[in-house]
């Protein structure tokens, strides 16, 4: 059989759209439509119910899918034994944080002979549902923010609890400090995130954070995308702005850890259950030797950081 035929058919049943799972295997529509009613004419079963409204799984389809997920898998596999591994797809969330790209540089140092394609998709959340959907294959982000039913068809790795920060308009009041006590942000209203559908895990977290001291979450704001648009943005609302110790330089404006007690964001390696990929294997690797190098796990004494969180990252994978 062959294993197009079944790459074919996983996608669409993954879409459960013929449009979309075309777009996603770069074909035309037609030539998608052809190789799945080639896969039932082989296997003399109907595999999807087609209305003009939707695409469902027959009964039949339902049983193959698992099986033909473990053939690819064993054929990825078999490729990546001989040196033909498919480029694995990593999102960064953002070109400028350190974490994950730091996580990246070393695996392709790692293993050379792979290809780590990076995307930015920003945030966690709005990689989750791609990852599990087989259009990505690893991302970073807050683990314990997702939705438990995300969580369930992902694994992840912790990396980092990482220092979190407030970038300040360089007029602001606190930005001549060298550190900002979360108490000098009572009354403040900080931007995290609010409305963005791609970083609910962010906003969650700042919620979190500043329940009981007197920091309110900014309003939602227009989507922005890339650094001049979101520099625009920000310069316009004048918010102060949730950040980690290695976010990106904004024009205008000064980044300051904060402290008393120093907050940490959890950024873990998430991938969807089931993947086998030699380039999984070095990031995985990648991740926990810059953890141990930089001992990014450990948890300074009277820092903050939500129970799940830690929960989650101490529970075996």
């Known amino acids: 059989m062959d294993p197009r035929l079944l790459r074919a058919f996983v996608t669409v049943a993954e879409e459960l ?17 052809r190789d799945v009613r080639r896969l039932e004419r082989e296997l003399g079963a109907e595999l999807f119910v087609r209305t003009t409204r939707q ?21 990825d596999e078999l490729l990546a034994a001989f040196g033909q591994a498919r480029p694995l797809l990593v999102d ?19 293993a050379p002979e792979l290809e780590l394609m990076a995307r930015y998709e920003s945030g966690l959340t709005g990689a989750a549902e791609d990852l599990v959907a087989g259009r990505l294959d690893a991302s970073f982000g807050r683990y314990a923010g997702l939705d438990p039913a995300l969580r369930r068809q992902l694994e992840h790795q912790p990396v980092r609890f ?14 001549s400090r060298e550190t900002v006590p979360l108490t000098e942000l009572a009354g403040e209203t900080v931007y995290a995130g609010a409305g963005n559908p791609r ?66 964001s959890p ?3 998430v991938w969807r259950k089931g993947l086998n990929h030699p380039g999984l294997d070095a990031l995985r690797r990648a991740a926990a030797e810059l953890a141990a190098e930089g001992q990014w796990l450990r948890r ?18």
């Open 199 to 264: 970083t609910p895990e962010w906003t969650d977290l700042a919620h979190r954070l500043f329940e009981g001291r007197g920091i309110k979450v900014a309003p939602p704001v227009p989507l922005a995308v890339g650094d001049e648009e979101f520099e625009r943005i920000m310069s316009k609302g004048g918010y102060p702005v949730l950040a980690v110790v290695d976010f990106p330089p904004l024009r205008g404006c000064v980044l300051r850890p904060l402290v008393d007690p120093v907050p940490l």
């Open 92 to 110: 960064l969330n953002s070109a400028g944080l350190g974490t994950p790209r730091r996580v990246l540089h070393r695996a392709r140092e790692l």
């Open 17 to 33: 759209h013929f449009t979309r799972a075309a777009t996603r295997l770069y074909v035309a529509q037609q030539a998608l439509s």
């Open 162 to 175: 990482e220092p979190m920060a407030i970038v300040l308009p360089e007029h602001h009041r606190l930005a």
């Open 55 to 75: 695409v469902t799984l027959t009964d039949d389809g339902e049983r193959l899918l698992p099986y033909a997920r473990r053939v690819l898998a064993a054929q």
């Open 300 to 317: 300074p004494a009277g820092s903050w950081v939500p129970g799940l969180d830690v929960s989650l990252a101490t529970t075996p994978k």
């Open 267 to 269: 950024v873990s390696l």
